[in-house]
């Protein structure tokens, strides 16, 4: 079998940190092989050895093989000098990063970018390579390719910039394509479309692939043989359907189990550590009765919150003279009700109005038109000053944790900070106890008060944000997206510690989220929304089962890994 790619004995080190040690992978020609591990355990180093794009100070050993043609001899990608590097990179080898947004330059129109790329590695004129990239752009199923050639980076949705970005990756038709996490934090239906567009091109133009992610369901559909990285060790690698169906090493056992499954709830996630420690965990299934009791026990109060006929909408096009000609509708007389101590879901597509839907209910945004109601209070009529004893009852924990944290303030303010504004506690001293209590109960430790959020890993990060937003003692909470780019393993562990916190503390959540898995792991009731509308509410084991709307039955379908199980 001809490899066109060997890895021999590769290893990484940055300073004293081993970040890749001594691993030997081969991939065949033709095939798909992927890589999965938690963030640290070496895959995305592995895959910037192969590039050559390892930052200055990193000390490599070992040789990466390549060899495209087995006619010709296999040149090491190491020993070669920056020029034949340059003529390797994009030509023969592509690669697909992980953020298109970071990966595309923001003042550069996209078709730009794509034209740049085909000119730098073939001998056409702009007029050749303008038509080749619209292709291209066809190739991958964009809408409107004139349009999108045209457009900027910030024009267009995630999922078009990361077709985008495959299109500049396969300009120059290469032998290997070597894709990042692209699919990370998209909606599992353009996940799905950009799974199958690299399946359809991987076919159609006989390439090999290595694919990186945390996402074990997404390595189940696109990959042939698997490898799994461990702090920088290769533990385990084989036939993808062998090593997920029968794990040998207990890490391996550990990314398999914590994954929630959208078929089944069960009471606590299994996390990584309790295979690696050996401890005996049972991840027993929430039993029909224990459903029905709890719902029951839900349901049998009045609404904590009510939202009815909630609008939201933002200017499209305005004429000469500034006045508003169109309207976008982002939320569209949607309503519901939220009970004491139930987790509410929110899913649906990226655009769907999850998220402003979120933030109207917090005061974040201003809805248009509607009525919120809290607790027997018209909250959404009331002026700011008014609104803010209800402020600390309501808070958000948002998506992307390092954003939301003020890098330039220690994490011990950050924490404190609600309370001082909304004067809980009485004095400093009080309200320090207070913070390193809810460090404790968060997972962190008292000295990490100190510390400034860069230094913290993100699963730390969104512990500390759960910290903040406990700080002033509120009854709801909010939270968007807060484990999708989380690893798997990190994200179970956050998951059992909201339910945890929940208990503890009484809480009512509203819980946005476009993986469906996730919802039925964490919610009593679900509403889907599409194009800023009410699609379907109700329970997600019956919604799950017996989808009302073909739109329900597409989301669940796009679930990965649930075809190949």
């Given amino acids: 079998m001809h490899h066109i790619l060997e890895i021999q004995d590769l290893s990484v080190r940055f300073g004293n940190t081993q970040a890749v040690n001594h691993i030997s992978l081969k991939l065949p020609r033709g095939r798909t092989l992927g890589i999965v591990g938690e963030s640290g355990s070496g895959k995305s180093v592995t895959a910037l050895s192969i590039m050559q ?19 010709i001899d296999p040149v090491n990608l190491p020993g070669l000098s920056a ?16 953020e298109p947004m970071t990966s595309l330059n923001p003042v550069f129109k996209c078709g730009i970018q794509v034209t740049e790329a085909i000119q730098h590695h073939k001998n056409v004129g702009f007029k050749e390579a303008r038509s080749e990239a619209l292709h291209l ?63 359809e091109l991987k076919e159609s133009a006989g390439l090999s692939m290595i694919f990186i992610s945390h996402d074990l369901g997404v390595i189940s559909e696109i990959c042939d043989e698997v490898a799994v990285m461990y702090r920088g060790n290769l533990v385990e690698e084989g036939a993808v359907r062998e090593v997920f169906k029968s794990p040998k090493h207990a890490y391996s056992r550990g990314l398999v189990a914590c994954r929630p499954h959208p078929d089944r709830q069960v009471k606590r996630l299994p996390v990584i550590s309790d295979f690696l420690e050996n401890r005996a965990f049972d991840a027993c299934v929430t039993g029909r009765d224990e459903i029905l009791a709890r719902r029951e026990q839900l349901y049998s109060n009045k609404p ?28 569209d007389q949607v309503s519901f009700d939220i009970f004491p101590g139930e987790t509410f879901g929110l899913a649906g597509e990226s655009g769907c109005g999850k998220t402003t839907l979120g933030r109207t209910i917090a005061r974040l945004t201003q809805a248009s038109s509607g009525k919120i109601t809290y607790e027997g209070s018209i909250v959404s009529e009331l002026t700011e000053p008014q609104f803010k004893p209800f402020r600390k009852e309501i808070q958000v924990v948002f998506q992307d944790p390092y954003a939301s944290l003020n890098p330039r303030m220690t994490i011990g303010a950050a924490i404190e900070e609600p309370m001082e504004v909304h004067k809980l506690h009485g004095n400093k001293k009080a309200r320090r106890e207070k913070t390193m209590e809810l460090l404790k109960t968060v997972g962190l430790q008292p000295e990490h008060y100190q510390r400034y959020p860069h230094e913290f890993s993100g699963g730390q990060r969104q512990r500390i944000c759960l910290a903040r937003a406990l700080a002033p003692e509120p009854r709801f909470l909010i939270c968007d997206e807060m484990v999708s780019a989380l690893d798997v393993s990190v994200q179970a562990t956050i998951l059992n510690l909201l339910k945890d916190l929940q208990e503890q503390f009484g ?59």
Avoid at 53 to 71: C, E, N, R, S, Y
Avoid at 84 to 98: A, E, H, N, P, Y
Wanted: charged share 20%; aromatic share 8%.
């Fill in 83 to 98: 020029n034949d590097l340059t003529r390797v990179r994009g030509k023969s080898i592509s690669m697909i990063f992980q």
């Fill in 304 to 331: 904590l919150l009510s939202a009815e006929a909630i609008s939201v909408r933002y200017p499209r096009s305005k004429n000469w003279y500034g006045k508003v000609t169109d309207w976008t509708n982002a939320v």
């Fill in 137 to 199: 752009f066809e190739q991958v199923k964009l809408p409107d390719p004139e349009r999108i050639f045209n457009a900027f980076p910030h024009q267009i949705s995630g999922g078009q910039k990361q077709r985008v970005m495959i299109a500049m990756a396969m300009s120059c038709q290469p032998d290997l394509i070597i894709a990042d996490e692209p699919t990370t934090a998209l909606d599992v239906t353009v996940q799905r479309s950009i799974l199958e567009l690299l399946g």
């Fill in 53 to 71: 794009l390892l930052p200055a100070g990193a000390v490599t050993d070992g040789k990466i093989l390549f060899q495209p043609d087995p006619a």
């Fill in 507 to 565: 809480l009512t959540c509203l819980f946005i989220s476009h993986d469906l898995s996730v919802i039925r792991q964490m919610c009593d009731r679900l509403m889907v929304m599409k194009a800023g509308k009410t699609e379907a509410t109700g329970f997600p084991d019956e919604l799950y089962i017996n989808p009302p709307t073909d739109y329900i039955r597409n989301l669940i379908d796009s679930i990965p890994g649930r075809r190949s199980e």
